[in-house]
């Protein structure tokens, strides 16, 4: 399947602060991107759907102006968490869908995930 | 409203059983069934997709698809201890991301 990769693996940061995390897709170029989040022992929750120069389309109840998503290229999204707290700490997974490649476009690929841990 | 029901278990195995995953889904459109699996910690590894009814093997894992009852299922043959798992069923309902079921948490027992 598609490689995908995430920058960086883990981050650790004080309240308050911004933190910004990268989703490459390495093999294919990725026209549709999204963006996870997963607490503990929980299922995986759907944030936002990232296309290739437009502006993400956040799911319910995910606050756009906290969660910034970027997704200027097709092998490289971007996900900034604004003004973290203690709340945000959680996993959070990218995944790349629809693409021009050999790959099934119907199905999703997922980065190893970003440790946030927020102080 | 798109729905994936898993059973969250967790579902515990002998080694060298048969484990057998369920899943079911709501939107009867779907066309694109995925099982995928995550480790604790980890984040979900596509193992295996299915796309018509009947059975789809791959190495010790077999898919099965019925379409009519929405109805999708895994089965790891001769359970292996590294097989311990959360197993995530997903579905792709045509133009959206894909819908994922809870996770069924499968402990295989030596």
């Known amino acids: 399947g598609a490689v995908v990769s995430q920058h960086p693996s883990w981050v650790i940061c004080k309240s308050g602060t911004s933190v910004k995390i990268e989703c490459r897709s390495l093999?294919?170029?990725?026209?549709?991107m999204f963006w996870y989040r997963q607490f503990p022992k929980q299922s995986l929750m759907l944030m936002a759907t990232?296309?290739?120069?437009?502006?993400?389309?956040?799911e319910q109840g995910v606050e756009k102006d906290k969660f910034l998503i970027n997704h200027a290229s097709l092998t490289l999204s971007t996900l900034t968490v604004t003004s973290a707290h203690p709340e945000d700490s959680s996993f959070y997974i990218c995944?790349?869908?629809?693409?021009?490649?050999?790959?099934?476009?119907?199905?999703?690929?997922f980065g190893p995930g970003t440790r946030l841990t927020v102080l | 409203q798109k729905e994936v029901e898993q059973n969250s278990g967790p579902l515990s195995v002998p080694e060298g059983a048969i484990a057998s995953l369920n899943c079911t889904y709501s939107?009867?459109?779907?066309?694109?069934f995925f099982w995928y699996r995550q480790y604790s910690g980890k984040s979900p590894e596509l193992i295996m997709s299915?796309?018509?009814?009947g059975d789809k093997e791959d190495g010790r894992f077999t898919a099965q698809l019925n379409k009519a009852s929405q109805y999708v299922s895994l089965l790891i043959r001769d359970s292996q201890p590294s097989d311990s798992a959360t197993y995530l069923c997903?579905?792709?309902?045509?133009?959206?991301?894909?819908?994922f079921g809870k996770g069924t948490r499968l402990s295989v027992i030596a």
């Open positions: 939107d009867r459109v779907s066309q694109s």
């Open positions: 299915i796309y018509s009814n």
């Open positions: 990232s296309n290739e120069g437009s502006k993400a389309t956040y």
């Open positions: 997903a579905v792709n309902p045509g133009n959206t991301p894909l819908v």
């Open positions: 093999d294919f170029q990725a026209t549709t």
């Open positions: 995944s790349v869908g629809a693409g021009t490649s050999s790959f099934r476009t119907d199905t999703q690929y």
